[in-house]
């Protein structure tokens, strides 16, 4: 399977839509701290979901919307089968029609708050949903014009102004953490140490700690171990190669540590996900 910047997601998006639109079923995938130049917004059907983003909590269930907005790190952990509307909205394609784009940051809180506004863009959602499953004549159409009815309903009802100091800093911190996870991701399976991970952006070894947890929720090695993990997850479940075969390929050689990382994460152990998936 082709390994992918789980760091740095990389949408892509529909030639039609200029949007990726999609009904995603996830089955207990461990996505560790990533995030993508998209908005994206989550709509659950099935399941129970927790996603963690920028630092906060979310307990996702059916009847729950998420948004996470551009350039903002976040991750999921889901136990057992969930299904969502997935839409990833790429920043360069709302640039066309709200070229302040990069000065506004959506919020909307599905646990506290209750709209009207909220319950149309989930009814729209729907609906776009049955047009992308059914794809009748001239569905693209009417599609489209839902597609910029959330886009409208979020920017008049959910935005508020990023200030342009804050914006640079943000802007900053993405570049040197797109320096650090780009060299993690590459060189995972084998002990980077802390030295040489700072020497990558000229970081004290302290400071570098301080700015890796502060920024990704999680401590460099705590990173390194959930992104070895994500990908022996996704050979577990789709390749028959025995389980000590993937650890050694992913350079996890502590099995007593990864089969407890594994049951903290999963619940369960590697053989019966591999059973279950089977069945």
Same mark, same amino acid.
């Given at each position: 399977?082709?390994?992918?910047?789980l760091y740095?997601?990389?949408?892509?998006?529909?030639?039609? /839509?200029?949007?990726?639109?999609?009904?995603?079923?996830?089955?207990?995938?461990? /996505?560790?701290?990533?995030?993508? *130049?998209?908005?994206?917004?989550?709509?659950?059907?099935?399941?129970?979901?927790?996603?963690?983003? !920028?630092?906060?909590?979310?307990? +996702?269930?059916?009847?729950?919307?998420?948004?996470?907005?551009?350039?903002?790190?976040?991750?999921?952990?889901? @136990?057992?089968t969930s299904?969502? &509307?997935?839409?990833?909205?790429?920043?360069?394609?709302?640039?066309?029609?709200?070229?302040?784009?990069?000065?506004?940051? %959506?919020?909307?809180?599905?646990?506290?708050?209750?709209? !009207?506004?909220?319950?149309? &863009?989930? @009814?729209?959602?729907? $609906?776009?949903?049955?047009?992308?499953?059914?794809?009748?004549?001239?569905?693209?159409?009417?599609?489209?014009? +839902?597609?910029?009815?959330?886009?409208?309903?979020?920017?008049?009802? %959910?935005?508020?102004?990023?200030?342009?100091?804050?914006? @640079?800093?943000?802007? @900053?911190?993405?570049?040197?953490?797109?320096?650090?996870?780009?060299?993690?991701?590459?060189?995972?399976?084998?002990?980077?140490?802390?030295?040489? &991970?700072?020497?990558?952006?000229?970081? *004290?070894? #302290?400071? %570098?700690?301080?700015?890796?947890?502060?920024?990704?929720?999680?401590?460099?090695?705590?990173?390194?171990?959930?992104?070895?993990?994500?990908?022996?997850?996704? #050979? &577990?479940?789709n390749t028959?190669?025995?389980?000590?075969?993937?650890?050694?390929?992913?350079?996890?050689?502590?099995?007593?540590?990864?089969?407890?990382?594994?049951? *903290?994460?999963?619940?369960?152990?590697?053989?019966?996900? *591999?059973?279950?998936? $089977?069945?």
């Amino acid at each position: 399977m082709e390994k992918k910047d789980l760091y740095h997601e990389k949408v892509s998006p529909s030639e039609l /839509t200029k949007v990726r639109f999609c009904t995603f079923t996830d089955s207990g995938i461990n /996505t560790p701290n990533h995030w993508h *130049r998209s908005i994206e917004i989550r709509y659950m059907l099935e399941g129970r979901m927790v996603c963690y983003i !920028d630092g906060n909590t979310y307990e +996702m269930e059916p009847g729950r919307l998420l948004l996470v907005n551009s350039n903002v790190i976040h991750a999921d952990r889901t @136990k057992g089968t969930s299904r969502y &509307i997935l839409v990833q909205i790429p920043l360069d394609f709302v640039r066309l029609f709200i070229p302040e784009i990069q000065h506004i940051r %959506f919020i909307i809180n599905d646990v506290e708050e209750q709209s !009207d506004k909220l319950e149309q &863009i989930k @009814k729209l959602l729907l $609906a776009m949903k049955k047009l992308n499953d059914e794809k009748e004549n001239g569905y693209i159409l009417k599609f489209n014009s +839902m597609l910029f009815e959330v886009l409208y309903l979020l920017y008049t009802d %959910f935005s508020e102004k990023v200030m342009d100091m804050q914006l @640079k800093k943000q802007q @900053k911190n993405i570049e040197k953490m797109d320096r650090i996870l780009q060299y993690i991701t590459q060189n995972y399976k084998h002990a980077i140490s802390l030295k040489e &991970i700072s020497d990558v952006v000229y970081f *004290r070894p #302290d400071y %570098f700690c301080r700015f890796f947890k502060k920024y990704m929720g999680v401590t460099f090695l705590e990173y390194q171990n959930e992104l070895r993990l994500s990908y022996i997850y996704q #050979d &577990i479940i789709n390749t028959n190669k025995p389980i000590y075969e993937i650890l050694e390929q992913h350079g996890f050689v502590n099995y007593q540590l990864f089969r407890r990382m594994f049951n *903290r994460r999963f619940g369960t152990t590697p053989l019966k996900v *591999r059973k279950n998936m $089977a069945k």
